[in-house]
């Protein structure tokens, strides 16, 4: 079991940024992906970016690339998502997910995620 806790969401106007983090408790020495979901007012979950164990491989949707930055810091074992440049389209609530079972590949696909946090709002007003 894996329980993941998201913080950092809130109100940020057009242009600015925001900082997401996801602490992850559980299965201790254990290594997985982890990765970032959102689901806005009109669309399903969809994936936003994901990030190997050791962080030498990450994946991004291309709404996202280069305003986004994922990273993680396991000694902390915590999980970031760097977001600027936001833009109104970015407002959803933010999900965290760690991949444990089938840990390589299908990174955009949410039924190959094993566990998930409660979410964090991010509203990013015009």
């Known amino acids: 079991q894996v329980h993941l806790v998201e913080s950092g969401g809130g109100l940020v106007q057009a242009g600015g940024s925001l900082r997401l983090s996801c602490v992850a408790s559980g299965q201790p020495g254990s290594r997985y992906p982890m990765g970032w979901f959102r689901q806005g007012p009109r669309i399903g979950r969809e994936f936003v970016a994901a990030?190997?164990?050791?962080?030498?491989?990450?994946h991004y949707t291309n709404s996202v690339r280069g305003r986004f930055t994922i990273s993680r810091d396991n000694a902390k074992n915590t999980m970031y998502l760097q977001m600027n440049s936001l833009k109104p389209e970015d407002t959803a609530v933010y999900y965290c997910?760690?991949?444990?079972?089938?840990?390589?590949?299908?990174?955009?696909?949410?039924?190959?995620?094993?566990?998930w946090g409660q979410g964090t709002q991010v509203t990013v007003s015009s």
């Open positions: 997910a760690a991949k444990l079972f089938n840990p390589t590949g299908n990174y955009e696909y949410e039924n190959q995620w094993d566990y």
């Open positions: 990030i190997t164990w050791s962080g030498d491989e990450t």
